[in-house]
């Protein structure tokens, strides 16, 4: 009894009165309350300051910088053929891309010359389609491969597709070619690996539009500065996943391989790459989905292809035209999807499943390609197999019935989605965005500093003061801050569906199964797509655009937060059960904060897809920065207002994603 009354007096510690003392206690009342404080004094403020200080600048209006911006177009564009920086460096590689393009058009979809129809007709390129789907993957995808191709055609949008197919396939071929190598290179090498991860994090952090407006500056309006822009959008995710593959075969096998006296270029070779081949065609799969969502938007700046026929049809409102040719961009992103990722599981599924047609596949390959040269050369012979045949009837009827749709859905439920639309509106994004436009700019950076310190730490807070001191420098305060009031607000409803979807599958693997393959469709569609719908339920607005963002960037929270949740141990579910939580105690108290840091890695994903939406959404009313890089491209005279936007667009991203990144890896630690 003696020993049992000293321990607790020998436990015992007296409370720290030094520095440390304060500084645990602070740690103790959590950032919650200082953010709170900022959030008060910020709301004080605005109280008093209303209106002062808000840089706001009229549509028309420019500052010295866009002025600046514009009279350095006009001085490249009169001396691009006199610069040697030029003669001998831009216009080469433009000349070198361009040349590359045309030559794949002419193969596919552009009349070759002196013929009125291309080299490889459509009976050809569904035949080669067919083939090379049947090859690195197998019988079903070829079958869906086909049968995507001819939908194409039976759309009445076979040349469209062509073109976008031919942007996409010279972009990604170019990306490849230097993405491997740096993959590898990144794989093989810490240094560099740390050197070309910032850059890389960088580059995946900028909205598409951003690429388009400096790509132009320098490569002039046309399919090369389009390919271009693709490629340089599309390459991070081949190097990042290449460096991931190369990182990922076990040391034991390159200990071995060095012990049998392989050199480094033998290791690499006969080791490394086949033992990482897998990992490398899914970075080879996520390539093709990001070029073929760029190749799209860059019809901003006269990109052949169905991108372009998306524009005018909803900077014209025409539903119809938008929605058939945005099914035709579905189609395709869904069979390049299905046909490398079945390439990159082809061997090990043809492993398991033991088939006795396995011996014959060569021999039938072998006939396969027989009768796919035969077709191709009837595609190039043959007018009846080049043109596709028909007038697009199936097109023609999804156009009126997208009409009809458009038209029932406006007379009947417009009372419903107006209702809605202005209570969000009144609700939640007015208020947001009138604290963020109508509060002095200087009080608007300090609290977005003050925030991202206490959230990421003094390494994000020095990020968004850099951000926020060159936001300024753009000239385009006002409209920023009109983009990030809905990027905000999306972010909030992205983050509650993330939740309430993303608990429900990570608690329920028949959920699981049932919602996941369509959140992996819904994040293949290309964010022009996701426009459509939205533009027939709500009009031209900045609410089409938030409703959009938010379907869009939905689903890679709600994976985050799933796999967060189902992280969570069993045995600490099992013991809070055991106690007597039920299930809303279970998810409130033990799983969701033991997944804090997928939570805030979900914040971070989900913002810098709505951004990447909110910005597109320029194109359907979303007005702000959006509309100011549209306008841009469209009227000489802003293009250094649209140059500045998209700078803008690029501040407010790496504002973001540091400051959640920080803040995910200190809820992590």
């Known amino acids: 009894m003696t020993v049992a009354m000293e321990k607790p007096e020998k436990t015992q510690k007296p409370e720290p009165t030094g520095p440390a003392g304060p500084a645990a206690a602070v740690r103790r009342v959590s950032r919650r309350t200082v953010v709170a404080a900022i959030l008060v004094v910020w709301l004080l403020l605005f109280a008093v300051l209303r209106g002062k200080d808000t840089l706001d600048l009229a549509a028309a209006d420019l500052t010295d910088l866009h002025r600046w911006f514009n009279d350095a177009n006009d001085s490249i564009g009169a001396n691009r053929n006199s610069n040697p920086l030029f003669l001998y460096f831009f216009n080469e590689i433009r000349l070198v891309i361009d040349t590359l393009v045309t030559f794949v058009q002419e193969l596919i979809s552009q009349p070759a010359a002196g013929r009125p129809v291309p080299q490889i007709g459509w009976l050809g390129v569904v035949g080669i389609v067919g083939y090379v789907s049947w090859a690195v993957g197998n019988w079903r995808v070829a079958l869906l491969a086909v049968a995507g191709f001819t939908f194409m055609g039976l759309q009445g949008l076979w040349q469209e597709s062509m073109d976008t197919l031919a942007l996409t396939l010279s972009a990604v071929f170019v990306a490849l070619l230097f993405a491997i190598p740096l993959g590898v290179w990144a794989g093989l090498s810490d240094r560099f690996n740390r050197i070309v991860t910032p850059l890389l994090d960088f580059m995946q952090t900028m909205p598409t539009f951003v690429y388009l407006a400096p790509l132009t500056l320098f490569f002039l309006i046309g399919p090369a500065s389009a390919t271009i822009a693709t490629m340089i959008y599309a390459a991070p995710p081949a190097i990042r996943i290449t460096a991931h593959a190369i990182r990922s075969v076990p040391e034991t096998t390159v200990e071995a391989a060095d012990s049998l006296g392989a050199t480094r270029r033998q290791a690499l070779v006969k080791v490394l790459l086949p033992m990482s081949k897998r990992t490398v065609v899914m970075g080879v799969n996520q390539t093709i989905m990001a070029a073929l969502a760029m190749v799209t938007i860059a019809a901003l700046i006269d990109a052949p292809g169905l991108g372009k026929t998306v524009i005018q049809a909803l900077q014209s409102l025409d539903v119809g035209t938008a929605f058939n040719a945005g099914l035709s961009i579905v189609v395709m992103a869904i069979v390049l999807d299905r046909v490398t990722t079945a390439a990159s599981a082809r061997a090990e599924t043809a492993r398991r499943s033991g088939s006795r047609f396995l011996r014959w596949r060569r021999p039938l390959l072998g006939a396969g390609a027989v009768v796919t040269a035969v077709l191709v050369y009837m595609s190039h012979t043959y007018v009846w197999a080049a043109e596709f045949p028909g007038e697009g009837g199936i097109g023609s009827s999804i156009v009126r019935a997208a009409d009809t749709a458009t038209t029932w859905a406006q007379d009947n439920l417009s009372g419903l989605t107006n209702s809605f639309r202005d209570a969000l509106t009144n609700a939640l994004l007015n208020p947001f965005q009138t604290l963020l436009t109508d509060s002095p700019w200087w009080l608007v950076g300090l609290a977005l500093i003050g925030l991202g310190t206490v959230l990421g730490g003094w390494r994000a807070g020095i990020t968004a003061a850099v951000c926020v001191s060159l936001l300024v420098g753009t000239g385009v305060w006002s409209d920023a801050m009109t983009t990030l009031a809905s990027t905000v607000v999306a972010t909030v ?112 994903q989900g913002l810098i897809y709505v951004l990447s939406m909110v910005v597109v959404g320029g194109l359907v009313g979303a007005g702000a920065l959006g509309y100011d890089v549209v306008a841009g491209f469209s009227q000489g005279e802003l293009y250094g207002k649209g140059l500045a936007a998209g700078l803008a667009i690029v501040l407010l991203g790496v504002m973001f994603d540091r400051i959640t990144q920080a803040a995910a890896r200190r809820v992590t630690a």
């Open 493 to 604: 409803l992205v983050m509650v569906l993330g939740v309430a979807f993303g608990v429900w599958m990570g608690r329920s693997l028949l959920v699981d199964r049932v919602l996941r393959p369509t959140l992996d469709a819904a994040q293949v569609m290309p964010p022009f797509v996701y426009l459509v719908p939205f533009l027939a339920l709500f009009g031209a607005t900045r609410f089409t655009a938030i409703v959009a963002a938010i379907v869009y960037a939905a689903p890679v929270a709600i994976k985050i937060i799933a796999d967060g949740v189902r992280a969570v141990p069993e045995t600490t579910v099992e013991a809070a059960t055991s106690t007597g939580c039920n299930t809303w105690q279970i998810i409130t108290k033990v799983q969701l904060p033991m997944a804090r840091g997928a939570l805030t890695l979900a914040t971070n």
